[in-house]
């Protein structure tokens, strides 16, 4: 029997293409088939409400540190409070970022 298991989808391009509308754009597609809310993890100065206007979504800023167990329990709240969507825009931050992956190894 098919088991139902999580779609991970990347988007990647450089600053200005069209990555949040896009994502928001497929994220809205998303739920009329798995039903949910849609939250939007916003690591970028709380650019994606921006669109507020044209998408529904709940949003949470997220600022540093930047850990993985940072945007591991970023996931586990938007969980807890209902989302089946989640988008974080941006994931570079994990890598780059304060408090994220390249600074945990200079450590």
Same mark, same amino acid.
């Given at each position: ?21 896009? &994502?928001?754009?497929?994220? *809205? ?5 798995t039903g949910g #809310?849609? =939250?939007?993890?916003?690591? !970028? ?24 167990l940072d945007y591991?329990?970023? &996931?586990?709240?938007?969980? *807890? ?7 974080? #825009?941006? =994931?570079?931050?994990?890598? !780059? ?7 945990m190894h200079t450590?």
């Amino acid at each position: 029997m098919r088991e139902q298991t999580p779609l991970l989808v990347g988007i990647v391009g450089p600053s200005g293409t069209g990555k949040t509308y896009s &994502a928001l754009r497929l994220a *809205a597609g998303i739920q009329r088939v798995t039903g949910g #809310d849609v =939250f939007g993890v916003d690591t !970028e100065a709380r650019r994606m409400l921006h669109y507020a206007g044209k998408f529904k979504f709940k949003h949470v800023a997220f600022g540093a540190p930047f850990s993985p167990l940072d945007y591991l329990a970023a &996931a586990e709240h938007c969980v *807890a409070r209902g989302a089946k969507t989640i988008i974080f #825009d941006s =994931f570079s931050h994990e890598h !780059e970022g304060a408090g994220g992956v390249l600074e945990m190894h200079t450590e």
